[in-house]
C-alpha cells in the first residue's frame, strides 16, 4: 500500500483527505514514480469542486495531481530510456498527490541535477500548456501577444518561452505581480475597468493575439474586440465562455499531437543557459493539500504552489 490525497465528493477543500491505495504497478509504457514534489494547478480544485465535472468526469475516491517529480522505481515493458533511480520530472493524468504515481514515459523527462525537486515539478504543466497555446494560436516571433493572468505557475512559463520565441508579451497581473513580470521581460497591466485603454497604451501597434489563462469575467470580448477577431484568442480555463464568444479552447485533450517532450526541451534549454526562472509562491508537505488548494483558489499568485512528500 501507498499513500495519497484524494476527495470522495464534489466540493470544499475540506474533503481532500488521506487514503490508502494499492501500490500501483506500471504496465506497459509507464513508469512507477517515488513522488518528491507535485504541482498545484487550478483544474486540481476546479475538478475538485465539479465545475468541469461535464467536461472531465472523475472517478471516485479522486487523487488529483497533473505534475511532479520524483525517482523511478519500476518500469513498465515497452520503456526505454529510463530505468530504476533515474530522477525524473513530467505530466500525468491525475494521480500526483501521492508517494507513488504511474507516469507515461512519454510525458517524463530526465531531471538536470542543477534542478531541485519542487522547481522541476512545476514545470510540465506550464511548459506544455504554454508550447501548446503558442502553437495553436499561431504566434510568430515579431507579434505582441496579451496574456490574462500571467503572474501564475502557467503565466511564468509562457512569458518565458513566448519570449524566446521573439515574441512581445503584454501581460495583465496584478500590481504587486508587476515588478515579477517585468523582471520576466514581459510589459505589465493591471487587470480591471479600463483594461483596453491601458493594454493600448503598453502596446500602441495593436496586440495580434490573446491568450486567456486567468477565466476573468469579461476578458474574453475585450480581447476580441482589442484583436478584432475571436480565431486570435485562446482559452485555456474558460470553456463556456469560449463556447459564448466564439473563442478557441484548449485544455490538451483534443486528440492533438503531444507537446511534452518539445516543451520540456524548451525549458530544458532556458534552464541550461540559466535564464529559467520557477518562482514558487508557496511550499507545503502533501498533507496541507486543502490549504494549498485554498490557496490556488484565491489567486493572485506569483509562481506555482508545490506539495513536498
Known sequence: MTKAIAFHE????????????????????????????????????????????????VAFPYVPGFELSGVVEAVGTEVSGFAPGDEVFGALMGGGYAEHALVDAETLAHKPATLGWAEAAAIAVGAETSERALDVLGVRSGETLLVHGAGGGVGTVLLQLARARGITVVGTASESNHAHLRELGAIPVTYGEGLAERVRAAAPGGVDRVLDVAGRDGVLPLSIELTGSADRVLTITDIQGAEEHGVRFTGGAEGVESYHQRAYAAA???????????????????AEAAEAQRISEQGHLRGKIVLTV
Open 10 to 57: 464534489f466540493g470544499g477543500a475540506d474533503l481532500l483527505r488521506p487514503i490508502d491505495i494499492e501500490l500501483p504497478a506500471p504496465g506497459p509504457g509507464q513508469v512507477r514514480v517515488a513522488v518528491r514534489a507535485v504541482g498545484v494547478n487550478p483544474l486540481d480544485h476546479k475538478l475538485r469542486t465539479g465545475e468541469l465535472a461535464a467536461y472531465f468526469p
Open 268 to 286: 530544458l534549454a532556458l534552464h541550461e543557459a540559466g535564464t529559467l526562472r520557477l518562482p514558487l509562491h508557496r511550499v507545503l508537505p502533501l
